[in-house]
């Protein structure tokens, strides 16, 4: 008998109990606050207050591992909610012996202009990145000592099936009804993005194998696109024709920050946009086997989601 206990319902939470069910595991749990949400075959779900740590623990008892897929209800929220967070996963690894995967995201580097890197030192001077940085930090310190074992899978903006709340999909369902849209920085700048199916996968793998515990993973992830270059792939994938995209001032985070806290929270991040940000996850397709899933696709799933309808499949870029 497998067991899997996987935290949070999002896009990679979904993706990652699906994944575990196509692998053949005998118990798959998928966790939420409240137990509901679309039924999935293989995957029983289960209401659960995450910060509760005796219901984790009972809940994760005779669990091969448990994956951290959550998010927090808000971006403003990060510095108090996470920590509590973190802390219950820890706990449970630690009482139960279920190997902690994390699904966590590229902020804690902080700005760089070279390609990311597996293993590169996380240098994050924002709030947000020095959270996310701190978390990998104690869960790798436990690891070590011996206490529990942890790996982390990062990737970047995320990209396909249900994804809705990320900066293309958010713009895609209005592109894809041909009116122009506005990004973030600028949109002419290369910008990896990550499947949450590769997300999963890597996910899945890295829980299994010893010898990759104790260390950051990166998702396969397909080469940089710009923003532009990605709505209008997403359009493409769709039959529509691209639409221009164009940029918020920049004006909008301050002046908007006074009034809207996620506008406020964003000026941290904005940086992600505003020069080259790109992803390299050259060890992990080599050192786990693993591939990206083609980009046609990826703007398939990503296009759907937006329509909340199937698309046939058909290339959306020439020459990549």
């Known amino acids: 008998m497998s067991k899997h206990v996987v935290v949070g319902s999002g896009p990679v939470g979904t993706a990652t109990a699906r994944e575990l069910v196509a692998r053949g595991h005998d118990e798959v749990v998928l966790v939420n606050r409240s137990g509901g949400g679309e039924p999935i075959d293989g995957v029983r779900r289960v209401g659960v207050d995450v910060t509760d740590v005796e219901a984790l623990v009972s809940l994760t008892q005779g669990a091969d591992a448990l994956y951290n ?11 108090t909610w996470w920590p509590p967070v973190a802390q219950a996963f820890l706990v449970t690894a630690e009482r139960t012996g279920a190997v902690l995967a994390t699904a966590s995201c590229l902020y804690a580097y902080g700005p760089t202009d070279a390609p ?4 590169q030192v996380d240098a994050a001077q ?4 020095r959270l996310r940085a701190t978390m990998w930090a104690e869960a790798r310190a436990a690891h070590e000592a011996g206490t ?48 949450v199916r590769d997300m999963a996968r890597t996910l899945v793998a890295v829980a299994a194998r010893p010898d990759t515990h104790g260390r950051v993973w990166h998702a396969p992830t397909n080469p940089a696109r710009t923003q532009a270059e990605t709505v209008a792939d997403v359009c493409r994938a769709a039959g529509r024709e691209p639409v221009a995209v164009g940029t918020w001032p920049s004006a909008m985070l301050t002046l908007g920050g006074v009034v809207m806290p996620f506008l406020r929270e964003m000026r941290e991040t904005v940086y992600q946009f505003q020069r080259p940000y790109v992803l390299d996850s050259s060890a992990s397709e080599r050192e786990l086997g693993l591939a990206p899933t083609p980009w046609d696709e990826v703007c398939r799933a990503t296009a759907e989601t937006a329509l909340g309808t199937p698309v046939p499949g058909r290339p959306v870029t020439s020459g990549r």
């Open 69 to 79: 897929c959550v998010n927090p209800p808000s971006y403003d929220v990060w510095p």
């Open 116 to 119: 990311m890197v597996e293993g």
């Open 126 to 129: 924002g709030t947000k990145g």
């Open 148 to 195: 529990l074992r942890a790996v982390e899978v990062r990737g970047s903006d995320y990209l396909g099936p249900e994804v809705t709340n990320a900066h293309v999909p958010v713009v895609a369902p209005r592109a894809l009804k041909g009116s122009r849209v506005r990004v973030f920085g600028s949109a002419d700048l290369p910008h990896s993005f990550t499947d």
